[in-house]
C-alpha cells in the first residue's frame, strides 16, 4: 500500500533493497588479480525502465512503545549500476534503509563506523537534535569505533528527513560515495489512515567512470559543487510507478486524488468543490484508462 509521496534530494545514492547491492564478481578477476573490464571507454549505460523499487527500512529492535532502537554501520559496499561494472561505494547497512520512527518516540541508534582509515559521523540533518547527538564535524567516530546517537522526537518534528555523514573534511566525498538515508518522522495522529502507507523517492546524482567507478571530484567540482551525470530515484535510473488516478470526493474533509495502491494526493476542501473537481475532465479521462502509467522520473 503508498501514499504520500515525499522527495528527498540528496548527494549520496539510495540502494533500493538488498537486489541492488551485488557482490564482488570473483568470476571476473584474471590472472594478475585485476578486474575485468569491458574493453570501451564509452560511458556506462544505466539500465532504465524498470518498476520502481521501495526502498527498505532500518528494523525496530525494540518491542518497547514509543522507542525506535537499532544498529547502523557505515561500510565499503559495491553496487552495479551498470551492466557488467561493478562501482565501489560506502554504504549503510549495505542498502542505506529508511528510518522511519514517530513524533514522541525516543531513538536510540548504535553505530558503527566501518569505513577503513577514515572518520565520520552520522549527522541528522534538519531534525531538532541535541547538539552532542547530531554528528557535528568536531565529535567524529574513528574508523573502526562505534558510539550510540540518542535523542527524543519532539511534537511537531513529523516530516521527511536525511542523515548522512558530517566529518570535517570528509563530508562530500562519503556523500557522493554513497552514504545517505532518509529518516521518516510520522506525526503522531496521523490524518491519513495508515493502510495508504507512504512512497518515497529519493533522488541522487551519479558519476560513473567507463570501468565502473566514481571519479574523484575536479577543482571545479570542489568550486562549485559536484553534479554527477545520472539522476537516480531509489537508486534506479528513469523507474516507472504506475499512477492509475481515481477520485474520491469527501465533502466533509477535501479530495483526495489517488490509486489503487493508495493516495498520491490530498486536499483540504477551503473553496474547492470536492465534486466538482473530480468530475473534471482531466481526471475523468485517467479514469476511462485506469491502467496507464505515469512515470515517476523523466530525468533531469
Ligand atoms: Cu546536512
Known sequence: MQRRTFLASLGGLAAAGPAIAQEHDMGGMNGHGNHAVPPTNANPVLPEGHPLKELPRLSNQSAAPGV?????????????????????????????????????????????????????????????????????????????GDRIYAFDLPEGSAAPYWFHPHPHGLTAEQVYRGLAGVFLVKPKDDPIPSEYGDTILMLTDLRIAADGTMPESTMADLMNGRVGDHVLVNGQKNPTMVVAVRCVADRANGIAFGNRRGLVHWRRQQHLHADRLCGAGWLSRQERHPDRGVRASEGR
Not at 71 to 97: C, H, I, Q, S
Open 68 to 144: 525506535f532502537k537499532a544498529k547502523l554501520a557505515a561500510e565499503p559496499g559495491t553496487m552495479r549500476f551498470a551492466e557488467g561494472l561493478d562501482t565501489p561505494v560506502l554504504l549503510y547497512n549495505g542498502t542505506n534503509p529508511v528510518i522511519e520512527a514517530r513524533e514522541g518516540d525516543k531513538v536510540e541508534i548504535s553505530f558503527k563506523n566501518g569505513i577503513p582509515g577514515e572518520p565520520t559521523t552520522v549527522h541528522w540533518h534538519g531534525m531538532p537534535v541535541p547538539a552532542d547527538q547530531d554528528g557535528n564535524p568536531m565529535d567524529p567516530v574513528a574508523s573502526g
